[in-house]
C-alpha cells in the first residue's frame, strides 16, 4: 500500500518548510521532526539526530521516512561527522528497529560536485557518474548513499537516493539555472520516490527539466516524476545581472560550482 504517515526530518529547515507547505496535497499526515522547533507546529518533535531514544519513538509507526535534517552546507569534518554521518546511522537504525521499509534521503549534487560541468553540446552527467565529492558536507551524502545501499542489502529497507541540485522558491545565480528543483517539481519527485514499486536503493537526479539541464533525469523519471517547471523564465534577468558562466573561471566549471573552490574548513 501507499504510504500515508511519513516522517519529515529538518521540519524546520528551507526545503522542510516548502515541503510542509506542498506534500499534505498529495494526502500524507506529516510527522514533523528537528532539533529547532518548528514554527506554528506545536505537535512537532524538537529532538536531535544524536538522541536514538527520541528517533526510535519518532518513526514508531510511520509509513515512510523522508530523511532532510542535516547540516546542509560545508562545515568542520566533526560537525558533519555527527550531525550527516552519526546522525543518518542513528535514523536509519531506529527505521531498521522500527520496521520501516522506505526512505527518501534528501542526497546533494555535492556528492559528485567536482564532475565538470557540460558545455553546450557536451552529453548530460549520467546518474552513474563516478562519486567525486567537493566538500567535507558532499562526502557525508556520499556516506549516506553507501548506508541506504547497505540497509537495503542487509535488511531490504528501500531509499531513494535524492540527489538535489537546488531547491529554493526561485534560482537565484546563473549556476542554478542548470541545477534548479522547483519546490513543486521537489514534492512530486518525493511524491514519486515515496510510492514507486520496487525501488531498492535507487540514486536520483533531482531537478526541473530545466533548458540548461547539467543532468540526466531518466532514472527520476522511471520512479514516475513528470516535471513541469524550468528555470528558463529567470534566464535573462539573472544573466544581465551576472553574466554567462565564464568556462575560464573555476568557480564555473564544475557541477559544484563554488563549493569546489571555497577555501576549507577546518576544525574550530
Ligand atoms: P536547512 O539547513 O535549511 O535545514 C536543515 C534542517 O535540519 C534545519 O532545520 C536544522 O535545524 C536541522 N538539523 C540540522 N542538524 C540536525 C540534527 N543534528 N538533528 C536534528 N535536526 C537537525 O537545509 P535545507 O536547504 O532545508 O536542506 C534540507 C536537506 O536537503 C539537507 O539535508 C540538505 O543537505 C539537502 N539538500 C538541500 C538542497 C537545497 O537546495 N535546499 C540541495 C541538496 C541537498
Ligand atoms: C546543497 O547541497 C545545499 O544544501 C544547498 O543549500 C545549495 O547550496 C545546493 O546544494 C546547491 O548546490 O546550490
Not at 220 to 246: M, N, T
Request: hydrophobic share 35%; aromatic share 8%.
Amino acid at each position: 500500500p501507499a504510504p500515508r504517515t511519513v516522517l519529515l526530518t529538518g521540519a524546520a529547515g528551507g526545503l522542510g518548510t516548502l515541503m510542509r507547505g506542498l506534500l499534505p496535497a498529495y494526502g500524507y499526515e506529516l510527522r514533523l521532526f528537528d532539533a529547532v522547533p518548528v514554527e506554528g507546529e506545536p505537535g512537532a518533535i524538537t529532538a536531535d539526530l544524536g538522541d536514538r531514544e527520541a528517533l526510535r519513538e519518532a518513526v514508531r509507526g510511520v509509513d515512510a521516512i523522508i530523511h532532510l535534517a542535516g547540516i546542509s552546507l560545508e562545515s568542520s569534518f566533526d560537525k558533519i561527522l555527527r550531525a550527516n554521518i552519526e546522525g543518518t546511522y542513528n535514523l536509519y537504525e531506529a527505521a531498521r528497529e522500527e520496521g520501516v521499509r522506505r526512505v527518501v534521503f534528501a542526497s546533494s549534487n555535492h556528492v559528485v560536485g567536482h564532475t565538470p560541468r557540460p558545455l553546450p553540446g557536451d552529453p548530460l552527467i549520467p546518474v552513474d557518474a563516478p562519486r567525486r565529492p567537493d566538500t567535507f558536507y558532499g562526502l557525508s551524502k556520499s556516506f549516506g548513499e553507501d548506508l541506504a545501499q547497505l540497509y537495503w542489502d542487509r535488511h531490504g529497507m528501500e531509499t531513494v537516493s535524492v540527489r538535489i541540485g537546488s531547491c529554493f522558491p526561485e534560482p537565484t545565480s546563473v549556476r542554478m539555472l542548470s541545477v534548479w528543483m522547483s519546490p513543486r517539481d521537489g514534492a512530486r519527485l518525493f511524491h514519486a520516490a515515496l510510492t514507486a514499486e520496487g525501488v531498492r536503493h535507487t540514486v536520483v537526479h533531482g531537478s526541473s527539466d530545466n533548458t540548461r539541464l547539467w543532468w540526466d533525469l531518466t532514472t527520476a523519471r522511471s520512479l514516475g516524476y513528470e516535471p513541469k517547471d524550468d528555470s528558463e523564465p529567470y534566464a535573462a534577468r539573472l544573466i544581465a545581472e551576472q553574466g554567462e558562466l565564464d568556462p575560464d573561471n573555476p568557480d564555473h566549471a564544475h557541477l559544484g560550482g563554488h563549493f569546489c573552490t571555497d577555501p576549507p574548513i577546518w576544525p574550530r
